[in-house]
């Protein structure tokens, strides 16, 4: 039995989080404007026939599939919404799923770093894939499993606010994401994302961490 992990739909990809996804995908990259659709699930090797069934049902494209022995992430998306909302729902239609037997967002961490000092900056550019870090911005890190749902939360934040997307890492067991920016505009983005996230219906994971 396949268990859905995370299923969302986002209507429009900003520019910053396609730029950001053409740097970190192997697929077929998209551009700022599509409709993109992000499946989780487990066991992370089923991924390849729901990858499968999604572009044989429509006219979509694949930038990101993750297989791993846990889950399983794909990430398809078109110019248009109707293609890319019909690929989601034929992948659920395989698996005997509806969207709201995905597993809720919960947020394990949300902290705000204020006045970057130089080194600390340093240290997260290193391993960044999108837009710098600087001395003196204000750094949002938000943690939230599962994990697909980074790349919706980062999303959320470009279009809530003029914020840079720093890094996202939306597959495995815990999604990240990093955001950077004038202090105003990162305090807007982070409490419009906890807003976003928290509508999310599904079902309500169990296990407690501490």
Known sequence: ?????????????????????????RGYLPVGGQACCIIEIAPGIEINTLTDIALKATNVTPGMQVVERAYGMLEVHSNSQGETRTAGESVLKAIHKTEDDRLKPRILTSQLIKNVEDHHAQLINRTR???????????FVLEVEPAGYAYFAANEAEKSAHINIIDVMGFGKFGRVYIGGEEAEVLECKKAVEKRLAEI??????????
């Open 129 to 139: 894939m999108g837009m710098m870090l600087l001395r003196g911005d204000t750094l």
């Open 201 to 210: 219906s599904g079902r309500s994971l169990k296990e407690d961490y501490k």
């Open 1 to 25: 039995m396949v268990d859905l992990r995370t299923y969302i739909f986002l209507d429009s990809l900003q520019l910053q989080m396609a730029s950001y996804l053409a740097t970190v995908s």
